[in-house]
């Protein structure tokens, strides 16, 4: 079992950055891959960045360029580095660690763009 607690959202102008941490707590961080998405009230929840085990990478094609994903095994951290926040960033971002049929949500952080 992994628990996951995301901190680091805001109220931001457009334009300006955030980085978001997700913390795991449990054993194994290492073999999840650790995403984050995102939703907005009447939408469903959306990829915006994804961490393979080995590291690799992939994006939302709305983020490329502006968001970069990491982690941190040692510290059983994955963040979220957000720069050029557009308005249309706004929303409650979310981290997720997969492996295998095992799927593990935090509770979410708010991130508001705003001028």
């Known amino acids: 079992q992994v628990q996951l607690t995301e901190s680091g959202g805001g109220l931001v102008q457009p334009g300006g950055s955030l980085r978001l941490s997700c913390a795991a707590s449990?054993?194994?961080?290492?073999?999840?891959?650790m995403g984050w998405y995102r939703q907005v009230p009447g939408k469903q929840r959306e990829l915006v960045a994804r961490?393979?085990?080995?590291?690799?990478?992939n994006y939302a094609d709305s983020v490329k360029g502006r968001f970069t994903i990491s982690r941190d095994n040692a510290k059983n951290t994955v963040y979220l580095e957000m720069n050029s926040l557009q308005l249309d960033d706004t929303a409650v971002y979310f981290c997720?660690?997969?492996?295998?049929?095992?799927?593990?949500w935090g509770q979410g952080t708010q991130v508001t763009v705003s001028s």
């Open positions: 961490i393979t085990r080995g590291g690799d990478t």
């Open positions: 997720n660690a997969g492996r295998f049929t095992s799927s593990y």
């Open positions: 449990g054993s194994g961080f290492s073999t999840y891959a």
